[in-house]
């Protein structure tokens, strides 16, 4: 079993829609979560971290946590086309400060 | 400096030779992260240094893989023999102390072994 696991997609949404992207997570003990945009020929950049169950807002993204339920989902409002890329799901294993298990991506287009 | 810095951005090597791959971290992170992204892949976590403490290599694919820094500056990864799998963009990250607020990324290197 994957130790972070991501729907691959690619994830179609219309312009000025809601992406919801999702992530589960293995490792109950996980503390921190981290969401990460790569464009296509980039290197991942940090959008996001949460470590405590709810909603995390920041501008357009909200990161939501469920820990009893190993779930971790980016939001992004009014999507815009500048937001096609891959979203990457990483997680801090067990509160370690080693380094982050990250999942394979999300795709996400946003047609104009 | 202001980013993590990694050169070259581009290297196409011969099956069998040696590759450098150097990576330059940001000022005062004393952690440092090197990661491994296929075609389409997800990261693939390769070694951990963290200040002066003995690295975390438990990610290195093969004994052909190997990696050096001093003290909290610049880290080399080293690919020996290298395979045609060996091809891959090849990542550096560095964080103040571990992964509290996760890492910066460098721009990475392209490895393309012919």
């Known amino acids: 079993q994957k130790e972070v696991e991501q729907n691959s997609g690619p994830l179609s949404v219309p312009e000025g829609a809601i992406a919801s992207l999702n992530c589960t997570y293995s490792?109950?003990?996980?503390?921190?979560f981290f969401w990460y945009r790569q464009y296509s020929g980039k290197s991942p950049e940090l959008i996001m971290f949460i470590y405590s169950n709810g909603d995390k807002e920041d501008g357009r993204f909200t990161a939501q946590l469920n820990k009893a339920s190993q779930y971790v989902s980016l939001l992004i409002r009014d999507s815009q086309p500048s937001d096609s890329a891959t979203y990457l799901c990483?997680?801090?294993?067990?509160?370690?400060?080693?380094?982050?298990?990250f999942g394979s991506g999300t795709q996400l287009t946003v047609l104009p | 400096g202001a980013g993590v810095s990694q050169s070259p951005s581009n290297k196409v090597t011969e099956k069998g030779k040696d590759v450098e791959l150097r990576c330059d971290p940001i000022s005062g992170h004393t952690a440092l992260y090197w990661y491994r992204q296929r075609l389409g892949q997800g990261l693939e976590f390769l070694i951990y240094f963290q200040g002066n403490s003995a690295p975390d290599k438990s990610g290195l694919p093969s004994d052909r893989f190997s990696a050096e820094r001093t003290g909290e500056s610049v880290s080399t990864l080293t690919i020996q023999r290298t395979q045609q799998e060996d091809s891959a963009v090849y990542l550096c990250?560095?964080?103040?102390?571990?992964?509290?607020?996760?890492?910066?990324f460098g721009s990475g290197t392209r490895l393309t072994v012919v």
């Open positions: 990250a560095s964080s103040l102390s571990g992964t509290a607020y996760g890492y910066t």
């Open positions: 490792d109950r003990g996980s503390q921190s």
């Open positions: 990483a997680v801090n294993p067990s509160g370690s400060a080693r380094q982050l298990t």
